[in-house]
């Protein structure tokens, strides 16, 4: 299969993509291929050629474009980067390389699972931990994984570039498509936030309910924020749930506010590729954290 197939996101798709007039049942297509990554299903749009994945992928970003709704562009990029980065696992090296030479234009092997990005690439693509990298000169180096989620980093901000679009020449048929859309958009409740597979869990469901003792609070708002940045769940549902996980923390001798834990859901947002870790959580927290978890090892 094309690697455009597979990420019609990359820059050759554009090139294939051309000035054909649009038509209401590829529009409605790209619809159902927008609500399915927002409600984390499987697509019925199977595109079987290159150009009809990266007709698609144009047709749901101009889609996305003219709804001018933040929050959803933003959960769809999370979603899309997360599909993605489980994606890229299963690539051969020369596709991986590919594909990541795509976004960083600099990258240079160095050895088995050893890559470096030019400093100007790592930073305008996404990255932003720059003290905690394996920087040499004018360069970052990474394995395997720490590109992956770097990759990650930068297809998200890739998707929400909607940079040469112009609203006022969007067609009518674009933004009346864009409202059927808004209206079919799933419509998420609180309760809903706890049924991915890492916010059920009983450890951060605890965490939210019942908040962190003082010493703890700075962990227990790290495993939230990653909990529901791997879940895909949109930063503003997240920062809903993190105000109360404020309200519930032991205050102590040093009040807990609300702008450091936003801080630290602020950077875990800006590094989706980061992974729940039990291992971590129970050495802040304690076995008894986890006692009721089916993740459990026995």
Same mark, same amino acid.
């Given at each position: 299969?094309?690697?455009?197939?597979?990420?019609?996101?990359?820059?050759?798709?554009?090139? @294939?993509?051309?000035?054909?007039?649009?038509?209401?049942?590829?529009?409605?297509?790209?619809?159902?291929? +927008?609500?399915?990554?927002?409600? !984390?299903?499987?697509?019925?749009?199977?595109?079987?050629?290159?150009?009809?994945?990266?007709?698609?992928?144009?047709?749901? =970003?101009?889609?996305?474009?003219?709804?001018?709704?933040?929050?959803?562009?933003?959960?769809?990029?999370?979603?899309?980067?997360?599909?993605?980065?489980?994606?890229?696992?299963?690539?051969?090296?020369?596709?991986?390389?590919?594909?990541?030479?795509?976004?960083?234009?600099?990258?240079?092997?160095?050895?088995?699972?050893?890559?470096?990005?030019?400093?100007?690439?790592?930073?305008?693509?996404?990255?932003?931990?720059?003290?905690?990298?394996?920087?040499?000169?004018?360069?970052?180096?990474?394995?395997?994984?720490?590109?992956?989620?770097?990759?990650?980093?930068?297809?998200?901000?890739?998707?929400?570039?909607?940079?040469?679009?112009?609203?006022?020449?969007?067609?009518?048929?674009?933004?009346?498509?864009?409202?059927? @859309?808004?209206?079919?958009?799933? =419509?998420?409740?609180?309760?809903?936030?706890?049924?991915?597979?890492?916010?059920?869990?009983?450890?951060?469901?605890? @965490?939210?309910?019942?908040?962190?003792?003082?010493?703890?609070?700075?962990?227990?708002?790290?495993?939230?924020?990653?909990?529901?940045?791997?879940?895909?769940?949109?930063?503003?549902?997240?920062?809903? +749930?993190?105000?109360?996980?404020?309200?519930?923390?032991? !205050?102590?001798?040093?009040?807990?506010?609300?702008?450091?834990?936003?801080?630290?859901?602020?950077? +875990?947002?800006?590094?989706?590729?980061?992974?729940?870790?039990? !291992?971590?959580? =129970?050495? !802040?927290?304690?076995?008894?954290?986890?006692?009721?978890?089916?993740?459990?090892?026995?």
């Amino acid at each position: 299969m094309n690697l455009v197939e597979r990420y019609p996101f990359l820059s050759k798709a554009r090139e @294939l993509v051309g000035g054909d007039k649009v038509g209401v049942d590829e529009l409605d297509e790209a619809k159902r291929a +927008v609500l399915a990554v927002l409600s !984390q299903k499987e697509s019925s749009s199977v595109p079987s050629t290159a150009l009809e994945a990266a007709r698609l992928h144009a047709l749901q =970003r101009l889609l996305l474009f003219a709804l001018d709704n933040e929050f959803v562009s933003s959960r769809y990029a999370f979603a899309v980067s997360r599909e993605f980065a489980e994606s890229l696992k299963e690539e051969s090296e020369g596709d991986f390389y590919a594909v990541a030479k795509d976004f960083f234009p600099s990258l240079e092997k160095g050895g088995e699972e050893n890559y470096w990005v030019s400093l100007g690439d790592y930073l305008s693509n996404g990255g932003a931990h720059l003290e905690s990298e394996d920087v040499d000169g004018g360069s970052v180096r990474f394995d395997r994984a720490g590109l992956t989620a770097l990759l990650r980093e930068a297809l998200v901000r890739r998707l929400k570039d909607f940079t040469g679009l112009n609203k006022r020449a969007l067609p009518k048929l674009v933004k009346s498509v864009a409202k059927e @859309l808004s209206a079919e958009l799933p =419509r998420e409740s609180a309760p809903r936030l706890f049924k991915g597979r890492n916010a059920s869990m009983p450890c951060v469901k605890g @965490l939210v309910e019942e908040g962190a003792l003082e010493g703890k609070r700075y962990y227990g708002a790290m495993s939230v924020a990653v909990a529901f940045v791997n879940d895909g769940v949109p930063r503003g549902e997240a920062e809903a +749930v993190m105000r109360d996980y404020v309200s519930k923390c032991e !205050q102590g001798n040093e009040p807990y506010s609300l702008h450091e834990a936003l801080s630290v859901l602020d950077w +875990v947002y800006k590094h989706p590729g980061i992974r729940f870790s039990c !291992q971590t959580f =129970r050495d !802040q927290f304690g076995d008894a954290a986890c006692a009721k978890c089916g993740r459990r090892k026995k």
